[in-house]
C-alpha cells in the first residue's frame, strides 16, 4: 500500500515543480530583464490610455479607430507586464513573451526611427532596450534561474 502512495507522490512531483520558482537568489541580469520589460509594458500601458482619452474626449479623424487602437494598445501593454512579473517571480513560462515582447518592439523602433524627428529618439530608446532585454533573457545566468538548463547533447 506504501509503494502505491510514493508512487503517485513521485507521479504528482514534476507537476509541482514547475510552478515552483528556483532556489536561491534572482541575478541581477533576470532582474533587469524584468524591469525592462516591466518599463515597456507601463509605457503601452500610458500610451493606450492617452489614445483612449483622445479618441474620447479629443477631435480625432476617426473616434471609432482611436478607440479601437487605444484598447488594443492596452492589451498588448498585459503581455510585457505578465512577462515581467512572471520573470521578478522566476517562472519559466514567462521567457517566452517576454523574448515575443522584445522581438515586436524592433519593427516599431525601425518605424520610428525612419520617420525621424522627435520619434527618432524614442525609436532608439525602443530598439536599444528591446536588444538589452534580449541579451539579458538569453544569458545563460537568467536561463538557469528560470530553471531552463541547457539542452542535452
Known amino acids: ?4 502512495k510514493s ?13 515552483v520558482a ?14 525592462l520589460a516591466a518599463v515597456e509594458g507601463v ?8 489614445v483612449l482619452i483622445m479618441g474620447l474626449t479629443g477631435d480625432p479623424e476617426s473616434p471609432q479607430q482611436a478607440e479601437m487602437l487605444g484598447v488594443t494598445v492596452l492589451a ?3 503581455l510585457p507586464l505578465a512577462a515581467a512579473r512572471g520573470l521578478w ?9 517576454a523574448m515575443i515582447t522584445q522581438l515586436m518592439a524592433l519593427p516599431v523602433a525601425w518605424t520610428l526611427v525612419q520617420n525621424g524627428g522627435a520619434l527618432l529618439a524614442a ?3 525602443t530598439a536599444l532596450a528591446a536588444l538589452a532585454a ?18 542535452d547533447a
Open 89 to 97: 517571480r522566476r517562472r519559466r513560462w514567462s521567457r517566452g513573451p
Open 43 to 50: 509605457v503601452l500601458l500610458g500610451f493606450g490610455v492617452y
Open 123 to 125: 525609436g532608439v530608446a
Open 7 to 19: 508512487a503517485t507522490a513521485k507521479k504528482a512531483a514534476p507537476a509541482s515543480e514547475t510552478d
Open 134 to 151: 534580449l541579451a539579458l533573457l538569453i544569458n545563460p545566468t537568467a536561463t538557469e534561474a528560470l530553471g531552463i538548463g541547457p539542452r
Open 1 to 4: 500500500m506504501s509503494s502505491k
Open 76 to 78: 498588448l501593454a498585459a
Open 22 to 35: 528556483p532556489a536561491g537568489p534572482r541575478p541581477a541580469r533576470l532582474t533587469a530583464a524584468s524591469v
